[in-house]
């Protein structure tokens, strides 16, 4: 009898260890703009990820605008360091995101005209980049060839395409 | 061996009966829920650090809005009209923080300014302000329950910095006067800057980003304790009922009532 219950005890603790186990967060799928772009940035790795409500919030980028997005940026908002990427869905959608862009880098500038001159300077080198549907607005970024790189993906060899590189 | 488990299975009770009165962090994060907050780059920085954890656990501090303007004084950030320089700004709209929150019709209003501002050197000026915000937000988002964060504390930097030596014993007056403020008026106060202090009174340097007045990820989670211990404490107070006790309020409530 003793021993029933020291076994069923026993299984009593697997189970919970069994299902602790089984409550492991599901690793997300890659995104290959956001690998892209990581690619690029060297601080890419101490970016945050924003999200498409952040989109919407900050710069009012509504995502029936855009097929793709990226957004980072430094914990510390006075950095001014941060990089949005975006796939607009159509000419015209483009054509509304790039002056939201735009709208977004000069408020950004604004806040830090008289606060932080040096971080105002700073921004003030950064400009909305655009090719077709692809809209790019680096800020603050830690290298000069960022944003063209962003926009422009570098055409890969094809043996390196095919090793998947 | 059975007299064993029939002890444990009592101190699991015990211990479940102890803490029922804790609530647990989601559960207090209810209390935080349909709100907007209002800020400067103090907030700017606690919105990131929300987006970041956000990006793991969905759970962490939901349906909250915060808008904020880096370089906003709680003078800009009072008055009901727009600059060209100093605005809030949400999806698109520049505007006032009474016509922001009337746009997004929150049930509650949270306030963290004054870092850009002498509030420690102008307080009755300061006050005025507060007032100001909280004449306001009657008469835009009436049904709205205002909050104001205690001002964070800075270092002996920022008083060097500044040429203020003695501006964090007058951030404490201030946050003494603020809270007075609040209680007269019957909106909220909580308190962040206490438990962010060290030893001497200061913004404890393991809690600061720029070692000026800026909060790092540590002092964040340091803000959302405290936010917790509020929440904890309005619950004591019969202030505020958790969704799982409201509908067992309700399932308890005879019909006719």
Not at chain 1, 47 to 69: K, S
Not at chain 1, 125 to 151: C, G, H, N, Q
Not at chain 2, 162 to 182: D, G, I, S, T, V
Request: net charge negative.
């Amino acid at each position: 009898m003793k021993k029933q219950w020291f076994v069923i005890a026993l299984c009593c603790l697997l189970s919970c260890f069994a299902l602790c186990a089984c409550a492991e967060t599901v690793e997300e799928e890659p995104h290959p703009l956001t690998e892209y772009v990581l690619s690029i940035a060297q601080d890419g790795e101490e970016l945050i990820h924003l999200t498409e409500d952040d989109l919407l919030d900050l710069i009012g980028i509504e995502p029936q605008e855009y097929t793709d997005f990226v957004y980072l940026a430094a914990t510390n908002a006075l950095t001014g360091r941060e990089i949005i990427v975006l796939k607009a869905v159509d000419e015209e959608a483009a054509e509304r995101l790039a002056e939201l862009l735009q709208a977004y880098l000069e408020q950004r500038m604004n806040e830090m005209r008289n606060y932080l001159p040096e971080v105002y300077q700073i921004l003030s080198k950064a400009e909305v980049l655009r090719k077709d549907l692809t809209l790019v607005l680096s800020m603050a970024a830690p290298t000069e060839d960022e944003p063209l790189l962003l926009l422009e993906p570098v055409e890969l060899p094809e043996e390196a395409a095919a090793d998947g590189v | 061996m059975k007299r064993l488990l029939a002890c444990i299975l009592a101190l699991i009770c015990l211990a479940g009966v102890a803490g029922a009165e804790a609530l647990d962090r989601n559960t207090l994060f209810e209390f935080y829920e349909d709100s907007v907050f209002f800020g400067d780059s103090v907030m700017h920085d606690f919105r990131r650090y929300r987006s970041g954890i956000r990006q793991k656990d969905e759970s962490f501090l939901p349906d909250v809005d915060m808008i904020c303007t880096t370089s906003i004084s709680l003078y800009e950030g009072s008055r009901r009209y727009v600059s060209d320089d100093h605005y809030f700004q949400f999806r698109g709209v520049k505007s006032s923080m009474y016509k922001l929150a009337k746009m997004v019709k929150p049930s509650k209003v949270f306030v963290l300014l004054g870092m850009n501002d002498p509030v420690g050197v102008r307080i009755d000026n300061s006050l005025i302000y507060i007032q100001d915000i909280i004449d306001g937000m009657k008469e835009f988002v009436p049904e709205a329950k205002v909050y104001f964060f205690s001002m964070t504390p800075i270092t002996p930097r920022y008083c060097l910095q500044r040429k203020r030596p003695e501006y964090q014993e007058q951030l404490n007056e201030y946050n003494r006067r603020l809270k007075a403020l609040c209680e007269e008026q019957g909106v909220g106060y909580i308190e962040i800057a206490e438990p962010l202090k060290d030893a001497d009174g200061y913004l404890n340097m393991e809690y600061s980003s720029d070692e000026v007045c800026h909060l790092n990820s540590a002092g964040m989670d340091v803000w959302v304790q405290a936010m917790c211990d509020y929440a904890q404490e309005q619950y004591e107070l019969d202030q505020w009922i958790p969704r799982a006790e409201l509908f067992k309020v309700r399932e308890e409530t005879p019909e006719g009532d």
